[in-house]
């Protein structure tokens, strides 16, 4: 599989918003649940949200109310909206399956200043 192409990270205020997309290619997007997953300097990757092919989202209790996940499988593209962004959000954030059936991508680069 081809690896997803992550974007619209950037520098932001602490307090601020960025909205991430991800394009992700084949049938694989729209049978499976997609994750937004980010790693700090440091740390394990984590995931931080998730949408099924359906209507379910999960998200981590450190940006419920702040984060939304979004797809839209006729683009074939994941959406994370991030709302009141904090230091500690600052990561390298990428999109994968569930089950991680693509390999990772580079990422986009979300940095929050204070």
């Known amino acids: 599989q081809v690896q997803p192409v992550e974007s619209g990270g950037g520098l ?35 995931l931080v949200a998730s949408h ?12 419920k109310g702040r984060f939304t996940i979004s797809r839209d499988d006729a683009k074939n593209t994941l959406y994370l909206q991030m709302n009141s962004l904090k230091a500690e959000d600052a990561a390298v954030y990428y999109c994968n399956t569930n089950r991680l059936h693509y390999p990772w991508g580079q990422g986009t680069q979300v940095t929050v200043s204070s």
């Open 52 to 63: 099924s092919n359906g209507d379910y989202t999960l998200y981590i209790d450190s940006v």
């Open 12 to 46: 932001v205020q602490a307090g601020g918003s960025l909205r991430l997309s991800c394009v992700a290619s084949g049938s694989i997007f729209r049978l499976n649940t997609m994750g937004w997953y980010r790693q700090a300097p440091g740390k394990e990757r984590e």
